[in-house]
Nanobody, 124 residues
Framework: VQLQASGGGLVQAGGSLRLSCAAS????????MGWFRQASGKEREFVSG????????IYADSVKGRFTISRDNAKNTVYLQMNSLKPEDTAVYYC??????????????????WGLGTLVTVSS
């Protein structure tokens, strides 16, 4: 399984970015996907997850109402739309995928495959 995140960059507080994660190596549409982030000097934290068919989503409280996760199974891609960005959103963002197919919910520690991250920097 290969995951490639993109779309990071430098943005001012209050701005928006959309991250993308392209997947390959297996049937993308059968697996839940998630976004995580890791700020400098901090542990990696869960940001958002989406189940295999896109009907179930979950968000960390810190991003609820500002971030939206979605997926396009025809393009083997998961997205993270980030609005109203804050300096505390600055981090390397990673996408990940479940090891088991067709699960409705996935605990953050159950994601098995990870991609390289993309850096998001929010200036104040």
């Amino acid at each position: 399984v290969q995951l490639q995140a993109s779309g990071g960059g430098l943005v001012q507080a209050g701005g928006s970015l959309r991250l993308s994660c392209a997947a390959s190596g297996r049937t993308f549409s059968s697996y839940a996907m998630g976004w995580f982030r890791q700020a400098s000097g901090k542990e990696r934290e869960f940001v958002s997850g989406i189940n295999w068919n896109g009907l179930t989503t979950i968000y960390a409280d810190s991003v609820k109402g500002r971030f939206t996760i979605s997926r396009d199974n025809a393009k083997n891609t998961v997205y993270l739309q980030m609005n109203s960005l804050k300096p505390e959103d600055t981090a390397v963002y990673y996408c990940a995928t479940d090891q088991y197919s067709y699960r409705q919910t996935v605990r953050p520690n159950e994601y098995a495959y990870w991609g390289l991250g993309t850096l998001v920097t929010v200036s104040s």
